[in-house]
């Protein structure tokens, strides 16, 4: 009699743990809507397909799923992850090895949602949570480029290196639906057409806040708008550190003003900086091709992000010293010889070719990662207006061992203002190990 009451018992609460798997497994296998579903012939207009390509510009797709000597979109950038290595693939035309048999909604759900065609979940490196926000009529033109602007390459795709289980796709569905945005963006009518279009921009295809803002314990953003306080509050990223792009006086934004970021963005640099680091890929690629009215946009959004007093710390200003007058302190000498041709004895470089380092968000802000890899293995050349630059920051990598750059970058660190914190050695070792030299050689990726 107990052995048949328990049975009954153990049915009964079977029987929910059943639906609830079988929802489970509805849920992480379940292809998400589309509202591309019932257009089953996509126009390829050549003015859409030119607006797509406009867009691919903005969403900078070529930087991950083309290589310098490969063609055009076939993907094989091996991209690191705290899990293993992956690979973006080939999403030309082809259509065996590339998209080219992906319907419109096919095409929506992986860029929008990251799921390919059968239900297949994409891994996050590809910044679907950001192209959510993409708008309906950007999405149908971003189609009709790739399927119709771009030349087909039969390139098969890389697997990845991810061992199991942690190769296993479908918990990234769950994922999704906790960490992803879930509709593509909603203008605010508090704000003006300007504003939203910035906002639009940096949130949806730009995808800043996949470099410029903090992760979570789940490598989620914390933030995917101006909502969150973390939203572009700066974050550390493969050996880099991604500066605020909020009104921080010193690791921000608040010291430059709308123009100066649109010259920034447009040119690659300004009085206050040039762009370094991953960020040059982001500029050869993608911002310098953005429009003037959809820079002046982005620049008023950004503008509008209050910065985090507490979090940035007392505002910058400059103190004039020079470094021939603090030869006695550690670095000083190596600056002096290896810095100030182009930085200046007084820190302040030669604007707008040659960055000050007064006041630089490098030598203000707490992470010394930045510091570190440019000074170890320098910067890739800017490329602006087809034209490769004449300047760029040198590696010194085989010149200057761990503790003589730990010197020097604590000493700029410690002058003129500046009050990052000292750099110690191992930490220069560390990233020694985990990084390679930057190119010197102009990179650019073609989009056609």
Aim: aromatic residues 10%.
């Amino acid at each position: 009699m107990t052995h048949s009451r328990f049975a009954r018992a153990a049915g009964w609460l079977a029987l929910p743990c059943l639906v609830a798997a079988g929802l489970l497994a509805w849920y992480v296998t379940r292809e998400p809507a589309s509202p591309f579903v019932t257009e089953q012939n996509a126009s390829f207009d050549p003015a859409l397909v030119s607006r797509g390509e406009y867009v691919a510009r903005l969403s900078d797709c070529v930087a991950c799923h083309s290589l310098p000597d490969g063609k055009p979109f076939a993907g094989g950038l091996e991209m690191a992850t705290p899990l293993g290595a992956i690979h973006a693939t080939n999403v030309t035309p082809d259509p065996a090895t590339g998209i080219g048999n992906y319907s419109l909604a096919d095409f929506d759900r992986a860029v929008r949602h990251g799921v390919a065609p059968g239900g297949r979940r994409l891994y996050p490196a590809m910044p679907y949570p950001s192209y959510a926000k993409l708008s309906d009529d950007d999405v149908r033109a971003l189609y009709a480029f790739f399927m119709k602007g771009v030349q087909p390459a039969q390139q098969a795709n890389i697997p990845s290196d991810i061992p199991w289980p942690l190769n296993m796709r479908w918990p990234i569905a769950l994922w999704n639906g906790v960490f992803a945005a879930d509709a593509p963006y909603a203008a605010k009518p508090a704000q003006d057409a300007v504003w939203n279009r910035g906002a639009y921009i940096v949130q949806g295809p730009g995808h800043c806040g996949s470099c410029h803002t903090p992760r979570g314990l789940a490598f989620n953003e914390k933030a995917l708008d101006e909502g969150g306080k973390p939203f572009l509050a700066g974050a550390l990223l493969d050996g880099w550190y991604a500066p605020s792009l909020r009104n921080d006086h010193n690791t921000g934004l608040g010291r430059w003003s709308e123009a100066q970021i649109v010259q920034f963005l447009k040119h690659g640099r300004n009085q206050h900086a040039v762009v370094y680091g991953s960020m040059t890929e982001a500029f050869n690629n993608s911002t310098q091709f953005m429009s003037d009215d959809d820079l002046a946009a982005i620049a008023r959004y950004l503008k509008s992000l209050p910065g985090d007093p507490q979090r940035d710390g007392e505002p910058w200003q400059y103190q004039a010293v020079s470094a021939g007058e603090r030869l006695n302190s550690p670095g000083a000498h190596t600056y002096v010889t290896r810095c100030a041709t182009c930085h200046g004895l007084d820190g302040k470089g030669q604007a707008e070719w040659m960055p000050p380092l007064a006041g630089a968000t490098s030598a203000l802000a707490k992470e010394n990662a930045s510091a570190i890899n440019i000074t170890l293995n320098g910067s890739q050349r800017i490329v602006a207006a087809g034209l490769p630059d004449a300047y760029r920051m040198p590696a010194f990598r085989e010149q200057l061992s761990d503790q003589e750059i730990a010197e020097v970058l604590s000493f700029v660190r410690s002058t003129w203002g500046n009050h990052g914190g000292a750099v110690d050695a191992q930490a220069v070792s560390k990233l020694r190990g985990d990084t390679d030299p930057a190119s010197s050689s102009p990179i650019i990726l073609h989009m056609r």
